[in-house]
Each structure stands twice: as C-alpha cells, then as structure tokens.
C-alpha cells in the first residue's frame, strides 16, 4: 500500500518550468488573437483566482504528460462535451479555437463584459 502524498509536496524543477512554458504558450496565443492577456501565475506563486488572465476572466493551466484519450476529438469534432455524475457539462476544444470564438463574441458586444457575466 502506498503512502499518502502531502498536501503541499515538492514539485521538481523541471515540471515548474513546464508549467510556466505552458502559461506563456497561453498568453501568447491569446495575445495572437487580439485578446489582453496575462500570466498571474508568477514562479509558481499560485494566484489565487488563477494561473492566466484573459479579458478580464481567470483561467488555470494543468499540463500533463499524457490526458485521458476520451477528452480528444476524434473523427470530424472539433471538441468534446464530457461530465460526470452531479457535475455540470463542460467542453473540451483547441485553446486556438477558443480564443478565436472569445475574441469574435467580444467584438461583437463592442469589449463590454458584465461583471457577474461568467463566460
């Protein structure tokens, strides 16, 4: 039987630098598409509202190795929809695709999100 991991446990170099390669890779892509951007995260200081800031909204990294082959489209999709029991839908698509249809829907309503608007 193994132990039982510490709450707080040492994360190795390495994958703190992996992290911060992907909350870079993330700013930049959104930045790409016109979208404020900003990475809160700073040397794994964990902002507490989240690791990224796009148009006003916070966001986490998580990057793995490998992620579950059931959250990748497969075939024709261009995304998947997954939930589990009691827990609302959610959607898994590109994060390119993604700032595209956010940085469309904000010009559209001309930049002005609602403060109590969740995106």
């Known amino acids: 039987m193994s132990a039982k991991k510490k709450k707080n446990q040492k994360r190795g170099r390495r994958n703190r630098q ?4 992907l909350q870079r890779q993330a700013v930049n892509i959104a930045k790409s598409f016109g979208l404020l951007a900003y990475n809160r995260d700073r040397g794994g200081a964990q902002h507490e509202m989240g690791d990224v800031e796009m ?8 990057r793995r190795k490998s992620i579950p082959k059931y959250l990748l489209p497969e075939k024709e ?4 929809v ?5 827990i609302e839908p959610q959607i898994a698509i590109p994060f390119d695709l993604y700032c595209f249809i956010l940085s469309e829907w904000l010009k559209a309503i001309n930049g002005k999100i609602e403060e109590d608007f969740d995106l």
């Not at 992996?18 to 390669?21: A, H, K, M, T, V």
């Not at 999709?77 to 998947?80: A, K, M, Q, R, S």
């Open 82 to 86: 997954f939930r589990g029991d009691r």
């Open 55 to 62: 148009a006003g909204k916070y966001y986490g990294c998580k």
């Open 18 to 21: 992996r992290g911060s390669e």
């Open 77 to 80: 999709e261009i995304g998947v």
